[in-house]
């Protein structure tokens, strides 16, 4: 059991991780406001057994819609009832911010959520910087350290929120009149320096206790959070030495606050372009290349590998010229990859297609090349899951139905849903409330 | 059609009015948390024409959970958006507090939800001043005037939010690349004394253009709002008197302020109780009473017509030599209607299930006498809407299955509805953004 991955997927205001992805054929361009679009997908990737559906959320439009739709538009709540009441196993996840909202809220929707979805809910709490989400918000930018202090009071408070309401309160004895025990629903009368909460909670329990809560973000900060709360962790290392190394020390940091590394999943994000063949896959990706703003992606990897390019260069290999002087750039992990591929003389147009500007590594090929990548990675140890970013939304339904079947042959994946609940899926236990021990390791957290 | 009414209903946790609801025939009593019971009385009231249905708010939990279940537990916007997407004409309309929450996620999560119902939504804005609410907010007691000012200036953050996105933005050209016209998504700026936003949002209107807005709560701070802002009002009149007072300072608020008082529904509160007679509409009530608190009833009894009253005497009337020296309390407007009942020699029980002691008038009898109740207070003006309470939700269906086609006969109520969005429901005309003239007007606010 503990060779499987653990898979959740996600879909970028329901088009998929290219940009241009929302002029692809059988896209329906409207995805950003269509909850049917989320539903079949979430639909889809339960039929792959996907642990679950992600939905990363800054609230803000930072897209130029004269060109390309808002990210992460429909909200998250409203987007993942919707796929709720229409799928029946698999986990609900979405990000919603420390920094922008109350504990009351986020507990309340999230349990509506977890309860609605008979216990499938995930709350991955991150903290937000982006300064036009704050502004949004009516707010300026708080130091990291305010964010972080603000993030942990918040995420115990809506812990405790959800732990006011105790298993076994409700009783529901009509004959009786008596309808829970009250003695199990108490306040929790939280008062920290950014947040507090009285409570307690309106609403009881799920199957699963609480949601699942996921954590985001790095640095040391981050890991403290995920250590003191979380069961699942998404990452975005570029490499995997650097996947191995987050997931160590993710690892470690439930182990310092007392909680069990085996009940820590880390999600890494992987782009997936899956074809036929290699080359079919390749040139998938450069035509979702072409539909988007081919310029800005030209110029930008002139500034990877630092040599003058520009759009009339598509065609054609980085001139032998050229790559005499070409480095890669060191800020940007991504430009070996771009240097290593055009030494090996590609045309502009195919290095792009190699995904050395994506935002995740790129997993591209057959069905069984992207299963030797995951599986690679995997075996890395890099935390046991992956957040699946198809490239374009039509192919998640070729992961599931091409690449999936690789993995579970291989005994990488489920065949089934072992269980009925997103803890079931990650095999972590029932929980609810604050963690086990949570008063003891207080003192670790300044 | 002006003779025509709206309805709304309203279920509170899905039991229907009746503290003891909860333990009636046929009633989940884990309605509080099913989403499915929400979505079937839904149904029910769609098939039979409502306007909308409406989900009241206080984030608090102020029952005795011991005895009764949590009231407007299960969060509107996770509840709504399951209605909505297994119902196709019905408005959909819940409470969301201008005191405790911020214009950009209200702004976001309602347009969201009146995109995935094709423009059904509607936000009762209220300002809440519950102190328990408040302390699960983390807050004290703001005073009325700051209530009321912050109200003003988040329900107009909203509405500016709303029309960030100008109607006809969207183009969606997969061919030409050319997703929506920037020009007309445009950031608001909105900084107040209480609350600020940027903007854009990043969603489009529906096809009503933005959620209905709705106001609650009386006093002329709140007709101020309503005047502004609103198109639609709750009120909770004990009499016919106060309920047409009301709708005419509605319809006067709405004309300071330059709007037109025909695009105002004032819905007015009514609980029922519909059974085959009189006499068994008043035993069924004497039974939903039965389930309850009876002991505390007979005592507020007592104190509602200046008598001693105790549950030993539930089943006589009230003795003569009490009547002599009885007299209504001035300081609850149900006392006379007590008074009038007890005078009449009914047994204490009997005067209970009359409703003396209910937050809404009781309209209770056979569909014909429900019916001519409603038209009653209809065609003496208070406002054209009221908000139907059954007292427990098994209610709604003799309602609508029973009262509907006589008011439908009468011409009082529309055999289909007209058209697809809450907007075509109450016959007012699209908005996308604040009300036009708003500018004009903002010196009348202070």
Redesign the interface.
């Known amino acids: 059991m503990t060779r499987q991955m653990h898979l959740t997927v996600q879909l970028i205001s329901g088009y998929g991780l290219e940009p241009?992805a929302?002029?692809w054929p059988g896209i329906d361009?409207?995805s950003?406001?269509n909850?049917d679009v989320f539903v079949k997908a979430a639909q889809t990737a339960e039929r792959g057994r996907f642990d679950a559906l992600f939905l990363a959320d800054t609230?803000?439009?930072s897209t130029?819609?004269?060109?390309?739709?808002?990210?992460?538009?429909?909200?998250p709540?409203?987007?993942l009832?919707?796929v709720?009441?229409?799928t029946e196993r698999i986990g609900l996840v979405a990000t919603s911010s420390t920094t922008?909202?109350?504990p009351?809220?986020v507990a309340?929707?999230f349990?509506?959520?977890d309860?609605?979805s008979q216990g499938r809910a995930g709350w991955n709490a991150v903290t937000t910087s982006h300064p036009?989400a704050l502004?949004?918000?009516?707010?300026g930018v708080p130091s990291r350290g305010e964010r972080y202090e603000r993030a942990h009071e918040f995420i115990a408070a809506v812990m405790a929120l959800w732990g006011s309401w105790e298993d076994d309160?409700?009783i529901?004895d009509?004959e009786a009149?008596?309808?829970?025990?009250?003695s199990r629903?108490t306040p929790v009368g939280l008062?920290g320096r950014h947040?507090?909460?009285?409570?307690?909670?309106?609403?009881?329990p799920s199957e699963q206790g609480q949601p699942v809560v996921f954590q985001a973000g790095g640095g040391l900060n981050g890991l403290r959070l995920a250590g003191r709360f979380a069961n699942a962790v998404y990452n975005n290392p570029f490499d995997i030495p650097s996947g191995v190394e987050h997931a160590a020390a993710v690892a470690q940091a439930a182990s310092t606050y007392g909680r069990s590394p085996d009940h820590m999943t880390v999600f890494n994000g992987i782009i997936t372009s899956v074809a036929s063949t290699r080359k079919e896959a390749l040139e998938r990706r450069e035509q979702l290349d072409a539909?988007g703003d081919l310029e800005t992606k030209v110029a930008y990897l002139g500034q990877q590998i630092g040599v003058p390019l520009s759009i009339e260069d598509i065609d054609k290999p980085v001139h032998q010229s050229l790559l005499e002087n070409a480095r890669a750039n060191p800020a940007d992990p991504r430009s070996p990859l771009a240097l290593e591929l055009a030494g090996e003389g590609l045309t502009v147009r195919r290095i792009l297609a190699h995904g050395t500007m994506n935002y995740h590594p790129v997993a591209l090929g057959t069905p069984d090349e992207v299963a030797d990548i995951l599986q690679r990675w995997h075996e890395a140890g890099v935390g046991k899951g992956f957040n699946i970013n198809p490239d374009a939304t039509d192919g998640l339904e070729h992961f599931v139905d091409e690449v999936i079947p690789i993995l579970q042959e291989r005994g990488l994946f489920r065949r089934e849903y072992a269980g009925t609940t997103l803890r079931d899926h990650l095999g972590i236990p029932r929980q609810n409330g604050l963690p086990a021990g949570y008063g003891q390791h207080v003192g670790a957290a300044s």
Chains 1, 2 share one sequence.
Do not use: C
């Not at 947040?195 to 009881?204: I, K, T």
């Open positions: 241009a929302w002029r361009p409207a950003f406001i909850a609230p803000v439009l130029d819609v004269a060109t390309a739709p808002p990210q992460q538009a429909l909200e709540i409203v987007t009832t919707a709720a009441r229409e922008l909202n109350h009351f809220t309340r929707q349990r509506a959520l309860l609605v036009g502004l949004n918000y009516g707010t309160a409700l529901m009509k009149g008596r309808f829970a025990d009250a629903v008062a947040v507090a909460s009285r409570g307690p909670l309106g609403l009881p539909l």
